[in-house]
């Protein structure tokens, strides 16, 4: 299994811009997915993001045009760029690796937009 650690998450206000890190403890070269996403209070673990090891990229509907996945396969890492920041995209983030048949999860990072 891949290890994920999160970081990069807090408090910021409404318009503001956050920057999430996922770093992986192999390489992510032989990861095919790698993914963002998020749980707020009382409602399900949603898919904000995805990357494949291609580069292709897919996001939801409410993050689409505010929100960027890419990765840094130098750093084993993944990131999620996330501006003009709304209080309803405010969750604990996590960060998910697909890798042949083997599903990981990070251990999640909260966000919170103040209005």
């Known amino acids: 299994q891949v290890q994920l650690v999160e970081s990069g998450g807090g408090l910021v206000q409404a318009g503001g811009s956050l920057r999430l890190s996922c770093a992986a403890s192999t390489s992510i070269f032989s990861i095919n997915v790698m993914a963002w996403y998020r749980q707020a209070p009382g409602k399900q673990r949603e898919v904000v993001a995805a990357?494949?090891?291609?580069?292709?990229?897919n996001y939801a509907d409410s993050v689409k045009g505010r929100f960027i996945i890419s990765r840094d396969n130098a750093k084993n890492t993944v990131y999620l760029q996330m501006s003009s920041l709304k209080p309803e995209d405010t969750a604990v983030y996590f960060c998910n690796a697909v890798r042949y048949a083997t599903v990981s999860w990070g251990q999640g990072t909260q966000v919170t937009v103040s209005s």
């Open positions: 990357i494949t090891s291609g580069g292709t990229t």
